[in-house]
């Protein structure tokens, strides 16, 4: 059991929760200046509007799958499993936005 929690699945795990989140200020950069509008303007719709966090937040998970095929190809696989757990961290609260609000 010992095996099934160790460093190397922690750290995967911490990547997979700060990524989104690390992302998500670049990604609602990138949508501004596609708009034409100014970040400050759109970094207020995205955090007065549940269901527009939640769309951007799971837009910025995909940058994950990047470190879980990195991991993956060079057979990291504790790595690999906790880019998946830290993926899965961010389940609760998309639940609660689509289902619960």
């Not at 099934?4 to 200020?25: R, S």
């Not at 955090?47 to 990195?70: A, D, E, G």
Request: glycine share 4%; with cysteine.
């Amino acid at each position: 059991m010992k095996e099934n929690f160790n460093k190397k699945l922690f750290l995967g795990t911490i990547i997979g929760v700060l990524t989104p989140i690390l992302v998500l200020p670049l990604l609602i950069y990138l949508l501004s200046m596609s708009k034409g509008i100014s970040f400050d303007i759109v970094w207020e719709q995205i955090l007065n509007n549940n269901m527009n966090t939640s769309k951007y937040l799971s837009l910025s998970m995909i940058v994950n799958l990047l470190w879980f095929y990195y991991f993956l190809n060079r057979e990291m696989y504790h790595y690999t499993r906790g880019v998946i757990l830290g993926m899965i961290c961010f389940a609760p609260y998309m639940i609660y936005i689509y289902f619960i609000q």
